[in-house]
């Protein structure tokens, strides 16, 4: 079971099952979408369950024409997870609580990444 929710707390979803696919998508619009250097995105594993536990009320969502899209939180503002065709297709690793079991598999679109984004790091802080 993998738990998570937005930022201010409005909003709650619950995973019965696992996560796949994890990724960072360095694409200008994935950068706007999810405020920073990449989306940290898994998908929904085969046969796993994803609902809202609350707040499902206080989601706005973002649809493309080509039916992908975005939920976020309307008080704060937190991008929850990915829509296809308007079914959850996935959600953003920030908002998980704890270990959502996968760990960054692939980076894509690397090529449009920010001049300021170094991928792996360098210096760190605490």
């Known amino acids: ?11 709650r979803f619950r995973i019965e099952g696992a996560l796949k696919g994890a990724q960072a998508c360095h694409c200008s619009r994935c950068r706007k979408a999810f405020s920073g250097a990449s989306s940290a995105y898994a998908e929904i594993a085969d046969g796993s369950e994803f609902r809202w536990i609350t707040g499902e009320n206080e989601l706005c969502t973002y649809t493309s024409a080509q039916g992908w899209g975005l939920a976020f939180c309307r008080t704060c503002g937190s991008t929850l997870c990915g ?14 609580d704890g270990d ?13 990444r920010a001049p300021w984004d170094h991928i792996g790091g360098g210096r760190s802080s605490v």
Request: some cysteine; aromatic content about 8%; overall charge negative.
């Open 100 to 112: 959502p079991g996968v760990q960054i598999e692939m980076h894509t679109f690397v090529g449009s």
């Open 83 to 96: 829509i296809f065709d308007g079914k959850v297709h996935g959600v953003t690793l920030g908002t998980v």
């Open 1 to 11: 079971m993998i738990d998570g929710g937005c930022f201010c707390g409005a909003v």
